[in-house]
């Protein structure tokens, strides 16, 4: 068949079937089982390439080739041809550009580069790219992984929005409950204070009407008496009805209401804690009287030269109930007749009381005025001295002159006691010792008392230093 150059006898001939004999692949994998590529048509088309019988026109001039025998190339059967010289196969590799290259290249542009055999250098390039690959799927996995966490994360955080919805929610019902409770509460509070103020107004206003009455009474007696009586009539009644008037006149009444319509709401104020929940709002009926306000302190009528002093304001109402709140309009002042005055520093401390501190810089009599709402306080003005700055001993608290000094003759003490045999301080139980324990600077006998020496002398300062490095 071959010789004869029949197209049936020269396909068997290719794929190794003998004449007069066709392949039975029937299925699709049979034919690719048979291990045969087209290299036209880039596909197992053994169906139209080998079964001779039923080969068409379009197929009779596609050449068949192994499998194995495509390994190297793009394409089955199909080399890679030089875009720059496009009758030359890629056959070399320029290490230099990195890329494959013809004969012809190699003889111009690349002349000088190193060019070897693709097969040559197949496995150096192979194995970095499978290195590569390797790594790019280590990332493609921790990106697998990544993206996994991301959507459970994702699922989390609606999971954890939906759980703080309904926390907000059972928050919001019960911070509205508590809020309505506060309103009722205060709504409640509110009406006791009205009908409290009404009946002491009911109860002020039939006391009035009472005395009124008895005045009137009394008024229209007299003056009818005065009027219409005789002169006996008037002298046997002017006893009672003088004592009648007298008690009327002597009955003490206030000349104001009793109470005022002084209600304000604030709604800034702390009311404490209501269903769990702390609450603002609290109504105010208590307003701040100064004459009944306080004041308090160790400091309030002395304090020290550049010392830090003070003293407390304490503000109540009209009742002398305190106040319980703070907001008030205090002003303090710090006067004196020859030098300037100034203005402590006053600290609210919102429930009624408020520091005043100051820190005085020179000695003398001072006037001190505490004003709230414009209106002098109880107790002011008040007269501050300042002394001159607390004196620090310079001396020893010691018994005695011998036992501080060793026995030492020459230390002395400014208590005045004195030693027979020489000794110019203080012993025990000998002349002018106090009896106890003293400083030997001034003689004080209380410990965390003030200096009342000035600057020690030389002398003194000497014999000072013995004592106390002795």
């Given at each position: 068949?071959?010789?004869?150059?029949?197209?049936?006898?020269r396909?068997r001939?290719?794929?190794?079937?003998?004449?007069?004999?066709?392949?039975?692949?029937?299925?699709?994998?049979?034919?690719?089982?048979?291990?045969?590529?087209?290299?036209?048509?880039?596909?197992s088309?053994?169906?139209?390439?080998?079964?001779?019988?039923?080969?068409?026109?379009?197929?009779a001039?596609?050449a068949?080739?192994?499998?194995?025998?495509?390994?190297?190339?793009?394409?089955?059967?199909?080399?890679?041809?030089?875009?720059?010289?496009?009758?030359?196969?890629?056959?070399?590799?320029?290490?230099?550009?990195?890329?494959?290259?013809?004969?012809?290249c190699?003889?111009?542009?690349?002349?000088?580069?190193?060019?070897?055999?693709?097969?040559?250098?197949?496995?150096?390039?192979?194995?970095a790219?499978?290195e590569?690959?390797?790594?790019?799927?280590?990332?493609?996995?921790?990106?697998e992984?990544?993206?996994?966490?991301?959507?459970?994360?994702?699922?989390?955080?609606?999971?954890?929005?939906?759980?703080?919805?309904?926390?907000?929610?059972?928050f919001?019902?019960?911070?509205?409950?508590?809020?309505?409770?506060?309103r009722?509460?205060?709504?409640?509070?509110?009406?006791?204070?009205?009908?409290?103020?009404?009946?002491?107004?009911?109860?002020?206003?039939?006391?009035?009407?009472?005395?009124?009455?008895?005045?009137?009474?009394?008024?229209?007696?007299?003056?009818?008496?005065?009027?219409s009586?005789?002169?006996?009539?008037i002298?046997v009644?002017?006893?009672?009805?003088?004592?009648?008037l007298?008690?009327?006149?002597?009955?003490?009444?206030?000349t104001?209401?009793?109470?005022?319509?002084?209600?304000q709401?604030?709604?800034?104020?702390?009311?404490?804690?209501?269903?769990?929940?702390?609450?603002?709002?609290?109504?105010?009926?208590?307003?701040?009287?100064?004459?009944?306000?306080?004041?308090h302190?160790?400091?309030?009528?002395?304090?020290?030269q550049?010392?830090?002093?003070?003293?407390?304001?304490?503000?109540?109402d009209?009742?002398?109930e305190r106040?319980?709140?703070?907001?008030?309009?205090?002003?303090?002042?710090?006067?004196?007749?020859?030098?300037?005055?100034?203005?402590?520093?006053?600290?609210?401390?919102?429930?009624?009381?408020?520091?005043?501190s100051?820190?005085?810089?020179e000695p003398?009599?001072?006037?001190?005025?505490?004003?709230?709402k414009g209106?002098h306080?109880?107790?002011?003005?008040?007269?501050?001295?300042?002394?001159?700055?607390?004196?620090?001993?310079?001396?020893?608290?010691?018994?005695?002159?011998?036992?501080?000094s060793g026995g030492?003759k020459?230390?002395?003490?400014?208590?005045?006691g004195?030693?027979?045999?020489g000794?110019?301080g203080?012993?025990?139980?000998?002349?002018?010792?106090?009896g106890?324990?003293?400083?030997?600077?001034?003689?004080?006998?209380?410990?965390?008392?003030?200096?009342?020496?000035?600057?020690?002398?030389?002398?003194?300062?000497?014999?000072?230093?013995?004592?106390?490095?002795?």
């Amino acid at each position: 068949a071959q010789r004869a150059g029949t197209r049936s006898g020269r396909a068997r001939a290719r794929i190794g079937v003998s004449p007069g004999f066709y392949l039975p692949l029937t299925t699709p994998a049979e034919r690719m089982s048979a291990g045969m590529l087209c290299t036209r048509v880039e596909t197992s088309k053994l169906d139209w390439c080998l079964l001779l019988p039923r080969r068409q026109k379009k197929t009779a001039s596609h050449a068949v080739t192994e499998l194995e025998n495509t390994k190297d190339c793009s394409q089955a059967g199909k080399p890679l041809l030089c875009p720059s010289h496009p009758t030359e196969e890629l056959q070399l590799f320029c290490e230099q550009c990195d890329q494959p290259v013809c004969r012809d290249c190699v003889l111009g542009r690349h002349r000088q580069h190193p060019c070897d055999f693709t097969g040559n250098v197949i496995h150096r390039h192979g194995d970095a790219l499978r290195e590569l690959l390797k790594s790019s799927q280590q990332h493609m996995d921790t990106l697998e992984d990544v993206l996994s966490q991301v959507d459970e994360m994702g699922g989390a955080v609606r999971s954890r929005a939906e759980a703080v919805a309904a926390e907000i929610c059972l928050f919001a019902r019960g911070y509205v409950k508590a809020i309505e409770e506060h309103r009722d509460r205060l709504l409640k509070q509110l009406e006791d204070l009205k009908v409290q103020k009404e009946n002491l107004l009911h109860l002020q206003k039939a006391q009035l009407q009472q005395l009124l009455l008895d005045m009137r009474t009394g008024v229209e007696f007299t003056e009818h008496l005065l009027m219409s009586g005789s002169d006996v009539e008037i002298l046997v009644s002017k006893g009672v009805v003088s004592s009648r008037l007298t008690k009327l006149n002597s009955v003490a009444y206030s000349t104001h209401p009793s109470v005022d319509d002084r209600i304000q709401f604030s709604p800034h104020e702390r009311a404490g804690q209501c269903c769990g929940y702390e609450v603002f709002g609290a109504i105010l009926n208590k307003v701040v009287d100064p004459a009944r306000c306080t004041l308090h302190g160790e400091d309030l009528h002395s304090a020290r030269q550049n010392q830090r002093s003070g003293f407390t304001l304490l503000c109540k109402d009209s009742t002398g109930e305190r106040m319980g709140r703070g907001g008030e309009a205090v002003r303090v002042t710090i006067t004196h007749k020859d030098k300037r005055d100034w203005w402590p520093t006053v600290c609210d401390n919102g429930d009624g009381t408020y520091c005043i501190s100051y820190s005085p810089e020179e000695p003398g009599l001072y006037a001190v005025c505490v004003c709230v709402k414009g209106q002098h306080v109880q107790g002011s003005p008040f007269t501050l001295m300042v002394k001159h700055k607390f004196r620090e001993h310079q001396g020893v608290f010691h018994c005695c002159t011998f036992c501080s000094s060793g026995g030492q003759k020459a230390a002395r003490c400014a208590c005045g006691g004195t030693m027979p045999g020489g000794y110019q301080g203080c012993g025990h139980g000998h002349k002018g010792h106090p009896g106890c324990h003293h400083w030997s600077c001034c003689g004080q006998v209380k410990e965390s008392s003030e200096c009342l020496c000035g600057p020690p002398s030389d002398t003194s300062q000497r014999s000072l230093l013995r004592t106390v490095a002795l």
